[in-house]
């Protein structure tokens, strides 16, 4: 298939397995278990086990594993960068409505960064994508994470509204103005937040597409390695629909 083919349709690549990624080391790991890991791009052990390869077969593997450095990081970098970041400003606006923290907020935004963490995942040395669709990535973002922060946005409000109350009473104007102003600013949160997961969405699609190449000349690199090492077609971690 040619590339501007493949830019133009879905490239509908799936991880049959989760990655983690360090400097010095690439695992696919299954059910949380380490089931193959790459040392230095040029040693391979299967569940445990170092797997003698003759220098030509070394070459491959070192191509195998360049090739996932060259697209998984990246990946999981546009998925993590600007959420964490939104996530915080939400809880910042929420809260400056109210002397109280709102404990309802604080615990659905917990909820939506698990989610995403149980996606993608970095820390200083290492990077985390769990199996799935790359093709369905948009999905995750537009309605996973999206239903779960308006809930976290909504759900929190009746509390900032219980916790503000008496703060109104206080002052001079219209509690029901109050009110429904404080409404107001919630709905233009959750479109602004829809607005940022939405773009989010598109900017990994248009990802995954142009790595389409990438993760197909990637699976072929796997297949090839596979036959000089059959055992590790039981951890098949590009699958091409």
């Not at 600007?82 to 809880?91: D, F, H, K």
């Not at 769990?130 to 996973?144: G, M, N, R, V």
């Amino acid at each position: 298939m040619s590339t501007s083919l493949q830019a133009a349709g879905k490239c509908d690549v799936e991880l049959g397995h989760g990655l983690i990624i360090t400097d010095s080391e690439i695992r696919i790991v299954d059910k949380n278990q380490t089931r193959v890991q790459i040392n230095n791009d040029n040693q391979l052990l299967i569940k445990g086990k170092w797997i003698r390869l003759s220098d030509q077969d070394t070459q491959l593997l070192n191509e195998y594993a360049l090739g996932i450095r060259d697209t998984v990081p990246e990946l999981v970098n546009l998925a993590t960068d600007g959420v964490n970041l939104g996530l915080s400003a939400i809880e910042q606006v929420v809260e400056g409505m109210s002397d109280n923290d709102p404990e309802v907020l604080k615990t659905q935004l917990q909820y939506v960064e698990r989610a995403l963490m149980d996606k993608f995942k970095r820390g200083e040395d290492f990077y985390f994508i769990a199996p799935q669709s790359l093709s369905k990535i948009d999905d995750f973002f537009t309605k996973e994470i999206s239903e779960r922060i308006h809930s976290a946005v909504h759900g929190s409000l009746g509390a900032i509204l219980v916790s503000v109350g008496d703060a109104f009473k206080a002052r001079e104007g219209n509690i029901e103005d109050r009110f429904s102003d404080m409404g107001q600013r919630m709905e233009i949160i959750s479109s602004e937040i829809d607005k940022s997961l939405k773009k989010k969405a598109y900017q990994l699609e248009e990802k995954a597409d142009e790595y389409c190449e990438c993760l197909n000349a990637l699976d072929k690199t796997e297949t090839r390695l596979q036959s000089i090492v059959p055992s590790l077609a039981a951890y098949d971690l590009v699958k091409i629909r």
